[in-house]
């Protein structure tokens, strides 16, 4: 039986709570229904996917998003506000609890298609118990730096290339079916949770969920 040696997390929808409603709200107040209708808190599309791939910059993205609502007056930043909306709260219980997986010694990763603009969010997000984002984990992996998306397999083995992680010695936590079961036949261990849950019980009792599978 192998012991889970390393967690890895997705940030939106398993760490940060996501409100879809509200992002796809203030792009209609934007007067950007055509970007609004493309907004899946699970996987993107059209130019958010090039965004989150590293194949466009974010100015890149604004300007197909602008062509595509004929908005040509809305700024980058204000479309940086209308994704930010999307991100909600992290719960300062996580972040303990990623706090006590460290304090036993099991390293702790994320897995996050994202972008940019998203992430200085996020990063803002993850001081609200006094430390930084890199106090929490050993390494972040996100989808534009790495120039894949999940749930492609190529994301995972860069990932695993890099880290030097072990699947079989890894927990994966990850809201999206899809990355999930792309995880699993990589050989991690695997967990999705339901919006907003408090999976904190999984991550007191890696031992016995891992004997349970």
């Given at each position: ?60 993205a604004c ?33 303990r609890q ?101 999976f904190g ?13």
């Amino acid at each position: 039986m192998n012991t889970i040696k390393t967690v890895v997390f997705d940030l939106g929808g398993v760490l940060v709570d996501l409100d879809r409603d509200r992002c796809i709200g203030a792009f209609r107040s934007l007067g950007m229904d055509a970007v609004a209708d493309l907004i899946n808190p699970y996987y993107p599309a059209e130019m958010i996917g090039r965004l989150e791939r590293g194949d466009i910059s974010f100015h890149e993205a604004c300007d197909q998003m602008r062509q595509l609502s004929g908005r040509q007056e809305v700024t980058d930043a204000q479309i940086a506000w209308a994704y930010g909306r999307f991100l909600v709260r992290i719960p300062v219980a996580k972040l303990r609890q990623i706090d006590a997986l460290r304090e036993r010694g099991i390293r702790t990763c994320v897995l996050s298609n994202n972008n940019p603009a998203s992430m200085k969010y996020i990063r803002r997000m993850f001081t609200v118990d006094g430390k930084t984002m890199d106090d929490y984990f050993d390494a972040v992996y996100l989808s534009y730096q790495l120039c894949e998306l999940k749930p492609s397999e190529a994301i995972f083995r860069k990932m695993i290339a890099a880290d030097g992680m072990l699947p079989a010695q890894t927990l994966f936590i990850d809201d999206g079916q899809r990355n999930v079961d792309a995880a699993q036949s990589l050989g991690f261990s695997v967990y999705m949770p339901s919006p907003e849950e408090d999976f904190g019980h999984i991550l007191e009792n890696l031992n016995r969920y891992e004997e349970s599978l």
